[in-house]
Structures are given as structure tokens and as C-alpha cells.
């Protein structure tokens, strides 16, 4: 079978799974199968970019749930955008221990950074404000060892008007790109209103996002994004070419 029949059916899959609730790569294994080679290879590497979550505390599992309650609110889709704030919130963790923070700050900035995205859908507002004010809102309204500076921070990271200089800051975006490419980033993409409708636009969008690519403040965040641009930059040779 031609490797562009293969990437053909592959993005036709990812496509029809708009708003699933596939949150883990088990679960997109799962849904995917395994009946091609190009399958195979796309689970593979997924599995290899999806970084483990775990929950560090009671506040977290708390924080947690209120954040997934508020999007599911909103009535709107949200699904791919919990996926992707899960991810987030992996790569975070991961980055936890270079960036010499807790665990639970690297898990709060993850799940809390996008929680707003509905909102700014839906009203206008700039999703990063309405991201900061609700983490400072259910931070504050918590028993919690969390000191007052600690929680000024992560809301000044979410915020996206932390010092540069701050961890919390560097961490909450190597997290966030690392989401934009790779395995993760097109099925991202490819999972969303976007990819339902224009595949190929979707894909574009994540070409763009390879162009723009930053470099990242930690070791491992820029292993895993060297080895998200090579297989994007591959998958995308290909997959662009179905258009041409």
C-alpha cells in the first residue's frame, strides 16, 4: 500500500475523532488501531511525546476537576482542548525538577493555564486573563501551603506578565509549545472543528507552528522538541504532498 494512502486514511481517522474523548495514547492507540505501518509509527511516537501525569496533592485533584467542571459548562466543544491542557500539565511536570519547582506548581500551571480558552470563545476576553483571575480565585478560596507569592506567581505566569527570569514562567511555556508540534500537535490540530472540516488547514497550521518554533530554556524540553521537529517535519512532507 502507498505510504500516501497509508497518511491518507491516518488523517481521515484523526479527523472524525473532532471533540472525542481521547485523553491519553492509550486511548488514541486504541482508537487508531494498528492496521498500518504509518498507524503504528504515529501511536509510537505519540506514546513517546505524551509525558505521564500524575496528581501531586489534594489541592491539585481539587483544582483539577474544577477546571474540566468549568469547561464542560461552557457548553461548548472541549474535549480536544482538555487534551491538550493534560499534555501541558505532563510536559510541565516533566520540567518540574530542572527548573528546581514543586511538583504541584509545575501540575497548577498546567491545568489552569488554558482554562479560560472557552471563555475568550465565547465572550472576547483574552483567555490568559480569564485563565489568571480564576486561578487566583480558586487558589485563594483553599486551605492551601501555598504562600502568597507563590500563588502571585503562578497567576503571573498564566497571565503571561511573569518575569522572564522566573522558573514557573519558563516552564509554563516550554510546556505549552511543546504541544504545538509533533505527534501531539497534529492530532491537536487535525482533532479540532478545523480538522474536521479542512484537514489540510489544519495541517498548515501546525507547518506554521514548526516555522515559529522556539527554543526552549530546558534540556529536556529541547530533546523532546527536536525529536517532535523531525517526525513533524516528515509526516508533513508526506501528508502535504495528498494535496498537491
Given amino acids: 500500500m502507498s505510504y500516501y494512502i497509508e497518511y491518507d486514511r ?22 487508531l488501531g494498528a492496521e498500518t505501518e504509518t498507524v503504528r509509527t504515529f501511536s509510537a511516537q505519540l506514546a513517546r511525546e505524551w509525558q505521564p501525569l500524575h496528581v501531586p496533592s489534594a489541592l491539585c485533584q481539587t483544582v483539577m476537576a474544577q477546571a474540566q467542571a468549568h469547561l464542560i459548562a461552557s457548553g461548548l466543544r472541549w ?10 500539565t505532563g510536559n510541565a511536570l516533566m520540567l518540574a525538577r530542572a527548573a528546581e519547582i514543586s511538583t504541584e506548581q509545575a501540575f497548577l500551571l498546567g491545568i489552569l493555564h488554558d482554562v479560560g480558552k472557552l471563555d475568550e470563545i465565547q465572550h472576547g476576553v483574552p483567555h490568559e486573563s480569564v485563565s489568571a483571575l480564576m486561578a487566583q480565585q480558586w487558589l485563594q478560596q483553599h486551605d492551601t501551603q501555598l504562600s502568597v507569592q507563590v500563588i502571585e506567581r ?5 497571565a503571561k506578565r511573569g518575569a522572564p527570569s522566573d522558573p514557573l514562567v519558563k516552564v509554563l511555556h516550554d510546556a505549552d509549545k511543546l504541544d504545538k508540534i509533533g505527534a501531539t500537535g497534529i492530532l491537536r490540530r487535525l ?9 489540510m488547514a489544519a495541517l498548515h497550521v501546525v507547518l506554521d507552528e514548526l516555522a515559529r518554533f522556539p527554543q526552549m530554556h530546558y534540556l529536556d524540553a529541547a530533546r523532546l522538541a527536536e525529536s517532535k521537529r523531525n517526525f513533524t517535519a516528515v509526516f508533513l512532507t508526506r501528508a502535504l504532498a495528498l494535496a498537491r
Avoid: C, K, M, T
Fill in 191 to 199: 482533532s479540532s472543528y478545523l480538522g474536521r472540516q479542512n484537514p
Fill in 79 to 88: 474535549r480536544n482542548l482538555w487534551a491538550h491542557v493534560l499534555r501541558v
Fill in 154 to 158: 503562578l497567576v503571573a505566569a498564566i
Fill in 10 to 31: 491516518l488523517i481521515a481517522l484523526i479527523s472524525a475523532a473532532e471533540d472525542a474523548p481521547l485523553f491519553s495514547p492509550e486511548a488514541w492507540r486504541a482508537y
